[in-house]
């Protein structure tokens, strides 16, 4: 009877969770049979094929009459990206939060001129690990409830949320995932950054400041973090997100290297471009990032034990060994993820690898989990 019982019990939640999933929620790590529950509940979606770099790619308004900003309305959706919530508070990706990848790369272009490599390699990444690859749709937001039938799904469905692949610890203004909320704006955190901008910067945050105030971050989370992890590719993407607001916040008229606090925190908190908002005045990426983690370098690695037990993992990608990073990423992440994935989510793998290993193309060798 009690077998009975929980076979019963564990059918009603699949089917709940089926009935109840969004068409915008990562099917990655669900179980095969859960997969298979929802699989034909979602609509089919070709993936779109990622854009083209700018035809024009100067500095130019961004935050214009086509874009201004609008507060959030009820059900939208935003998480621990501040460049990505800004860009749909500003429609230039759509304001619920849910988009597709081509739209997403086509907005860091256009609205702050992220060069095509970055746009394309990071915004793959994520949509691998926290999109819907069937349905084409990634949240750029936390977790959100299910929505469907009563009793609703059990599960709640996270976007660019998902712990230590694009969202990780030490951020600079989100705490850690081991203290719970790791998506929203953390105040403390922000204080922290402002004060590390008036040491450091004369009251800017810069290159120096990033050095800075990254390493303390890190510091800062093996000091109180139990399970602090800092391998790849949240070591990369650390970094990346320290030279971020340089490379994007700054006013592309101004090409100086230094951003006003009181612009850092409009976007931030505030997920809101500053009045007369011009963008970088030409492509850029994580330009800086080799100077920020040159100045206290540090292997990658994680607590082992406790706090304070910093142990560095040789199995680790760093910034000598790219192409591990997209390696392991593909074998180990996604493969972990998609352990024996069929038909129209094979297929979409598939694709979307091919598209996340486009902009590496000649510098490393592709790799087939899942065949060609």
Known sequence: MVSFVSFITLSL??????????????????PREEIEKILPTLQVREPARPPPPLAFNGTKLVNDVQHPWEPLRPGDIRGPCPGLNALASHGYLPRDGIASPSQIIAAVQEGFNMDSFTAQFVTYAAHLVDGNLVTDRLSIGGKSPSTGPDPPAPATVAGLNTHAVFEGDASMTRGDAFFGDNHSFNESLF?????????????????????????????ESIATNPNFSFVSPRFFTAYAESVFPINFFIDGRQNDGQLDLDVARGFFQNMSMPKDFHRASKPVGADGLDLVAAAHPIAPGANVGGVN?????????????????????????????????????????NTNLDFFFAPINGTCTQVFPYGK
Not at 15 to 26: M, N
Not at 191 to 219: L, P
């Open 13 to 30: 939640a699949l089917a709940y969770s089926a009935a109840a999933f969004p068409a915008y929620a990562s099917l990655a790590g669900l």
């Open 191 to 219: 204080d922290e950054f402002v004060a590390f901008s008036n040491k450091y910067g004369g009251g800017k945050y810069n290159m120096t400041v990033a050095a800075e105030y990254r390493f303390h971050r890190i510091q």
């Open 309 to 349: 037990n910093y142990i560095p993992d040789p199995t680790s990608a760093n910034f000598s060994t790219f192409c591990l990073l997209y390696e392991n990423f593909v074998n180990k992440t996604i493969f972990s993820l998609y352990p024996n994935p069929t038909g129209a989510l094979r297929k979409a793998l």
